[in-house]
C-alpha cells in the first residue's frame, strides 16, 4: 500500500476533520444526500452535481473518502489528538457505507452495462404506438411505451452521437 502523504490521518483528511469538528452530523446529512441522487432517474449521470453538493458540506469529495477510507481503519496510520473522538468511528461507518457505491459507480463508468437487444412490440390498447423493450446484457431490461414523435427523437439523438466526430461507434 502507497503511502503519499505519510503516516498521518490528518494529511489525508484534514478539510473533512475540520467540518466534522465544526459539526458532527455531516455523514448524516451527506447520507440523506447522497440517497436523493441514488434515487434519481439520472443516476449516476448525476455524481458530478452530487460531488458538487456533497464537498462543501464533507470538506472533500465522496470519490476521495469512498476511495481513500481504508486508511481510517489502518493501523500503520497516526491519529492525532485534537480529532474528535467519535470522527474515527463515525467516518468509518461512513466510508462503510459509501465505498460500494463509489466503486460501483466507477466500475461502471469503466465498464457499462451493454445493450443486448431492443425489441419492439405492438401497443395492445389499439393506438399505433408500441412497446420498446431495451435488454441489457445482464438480462434486466426496460420497457417504454412510444408513439412517432419519440422514435424520431431517439433517432435524431442516437444519430447526434454518430456525428458528434468520435469514429469508435
Known amino acids: 500500500m502507497a503511502y503519499e502523504n ?8 484534514e478539510e473533512n476533520i475540520e467540518n466534522y469538528s465544526k459539526d458532527n452530523m455531516i455523514f448524516t446529512k451527506a447520507l440523506a444526500i ?12 448525476c455524481i458530478e ?4 453538493t456533497l464537498t ?3 470538506g472533500c469529495a465522496l470519490e476521495h473518502i ?40 466507477y466500475y461502471n463508468r469503466l465498464e457499462p452495462l451493454k445493450l ?8 395492445s390498447i389499439g393506438t399505433d404506438n408500441k412497446i420498446v423493450r431495451f435488454i441489457r446484457n445482464d438480462g434486466k431490461s426496460l420497457e417504454v411505451e412510444v408513439d412517432r414523435y419519440s422514435v424520431r427523437e431517439a433517432i435524431k439523438v442516437l444519430s447526434e452521437l454518430l456525428e458528434s466526430g468520435d469514429n469508435e461507434y
Open 116 to 123: 443486448y437487444s431492443i425489441v419492439a412490440t405492438k401497443n
Open 49 to 52: 452535481e452530487l460531488e458538487e
Open 66 to 105: 469512498g476511495f481513500r477510507g481504508h486508511y481510517f481503519e489502518d493501523d500503520y496510520m497516526v491519529w492525532s489528538q485534537d480529532t474528535p473522538e467519535s470522527y474515527k468511528k463515525d467516518v468509518i461507518a461512513f466510508y462503510k457505507t459509501v465505498n460500494p457505491i463509489v466503486m460501483q459507480y
Open 56 to 58: 462543501p458540506i464533507l
Open 34 to 45: 447522497l440517497n436523493t441522487y441514488l434515487n434519481r432517474p439520472d443516476w449516476p449521470h
Open 6 to 13: 505519510g503516516d498521518q490521518i490528518e494529511d489525508y483528511f
